[in-house]
C-alpha cells in the first residue's frame, strides 16, 4: 500500500530539546516536502527536496532542518524548539511527473 | 502558481449532489486544476486534477469553464463522511502546493 509515515503522531517537549521528526514513503517519489499548519494561516512549505542531497528552503524554514540522505527518508529537525513552533506537520511526497501528493497522518507537535 | 478563490463554507444535504465553486481567473495556459481535502486534521487527501476537459473518478467530477478562469468540484452523492475542508489549488506539476483557505464543506443529515 502506498504510503507517507510521520513518527511521532503526538510530541510534547520542552522549549531548547533538539528533536527530531521522521518520514518515510515507500513508493520512489523524488518530491518530498514539510508543511505546519497552523489555525487561520493554513498549511505553509517549511522545507522540500527534489531528490536525495538536494533540499530547499520551502515559505518558513526559520528554526528548522531538514535531510535527505535516503530517497524514501526526509526528517524534519527542530535543533532548538521554540513554543511558537507549536503547531500541526505533515509530510508529503509525489513523484517529480507526478499529479497525486501523498501525505502522512500529521504530528502534533507542543513546544512549552 | 496563480490564485484561487473559494466560499469559506458551504452546507449539503446528505445524500444530494455538492457542488464547490473556485475562481482561478489568472491561471496560465500550462497549469492545472488540483483538489485536495482535509477532513479533520488528518493530511490533505487527493481528490481529482484536470487541464481543460472536464474529469470524472470514483471520488468526484471536476467541471472546467472554457475559459478555464473558474471550476467546480462535484461531489455526486454526499455522505457525512464528506464533510471536510476542500482545497483548490492551480500548478504546473509536480512540486509545491499552495494551499489557501479551501472550503469548509458540512454534510447534514
Known amino acids: 500500500e502506498a504510503q507517507v509515515t510521520q513518527n511521532p503522531r503526538y510530541l510534547i517537549t520542552v522549549t531548547g530539546k533538539k528533536l527530531t521528526v521522521t518520514c518515510s514513503q515507500n513508493m520512489n517519489h523524488e518530491y518530498m516536502s514539510w508543511y505546519r499548519q497552523d489555525p487561520g494561516l493554513g498549511l505553509r512549505q517549511i522545507y522540500y527536496s527534489m531528490n536525495v542531497e538536494v533540499t530547499d528552503k520551502g515559505d518558513v524554514p526559520e528554526g528548522y532542518k531538514v535531510s535527505r540522505k535516503e530517497k524514501r527518508n526526509f526528517p524534519l529537525i527542530l535543533e532548538s524548539p521554540s513554543p511558537n513552533q507549536t503547531s500541526l506537520y505533515f509530510c508529503?511526497?509525489?513523484?517529480?511527473?507526478?499529479?497525486?501528493?501523498?501525505f502522512g497522518q500529521g504530528t502534533r507537535l507542543t513546544v512549552v | 502558481d496563480a490564485k484561487t478563490t473559494q466560499p469559506p463554507s458551504m452546507d449539503c444535504a446528505e445524500g444530494r449532489a455538492a457542488n464547490l465553486p473556485c475562481n482561478h481567473s489568472?491561471?496560465?495556459?500550462?497549469?492545472?486544476v488540483y483538489w485536495y481535502r482535509q477532513i479533520h486534521s488528518q493530511g490533505p487527501q487527493y481528490i481529482i486534477h484536470g487541464l481543460k476537459n472536464n474529469e470524472t473518478n470514483e471520488m468526484a467530477s471536476l467541471i472546467i469553464t472554457e475559459d478555464r478562469k473558474s471550476s467546480t468540484l462535484i461531489l455526486p452523492h454526499a455522505t457525512l463522511r464528506d464533510t471536510a475542508v476542500y482545497y483548490c489549488?492551480?500548478?504546473?506539476?509536480?512540486?509545491?502546493?499552495?494551499f489557501g483557505q479551501g472550503t469548509t464543506l458540512q454534510v447534514k443529515p
Open positions: 489568472t491561471i496560465s495556459g500550462n497549469e492545472y
Open positions: 508529503a511526497s509525489t513523484s517529480i511527473l507526478g499529479t497525486e501528493a501523498f
Open positions: 489549488i492551480v500548478r504546473v506539476g509536480g512540486g509545491k502546493l499552495i
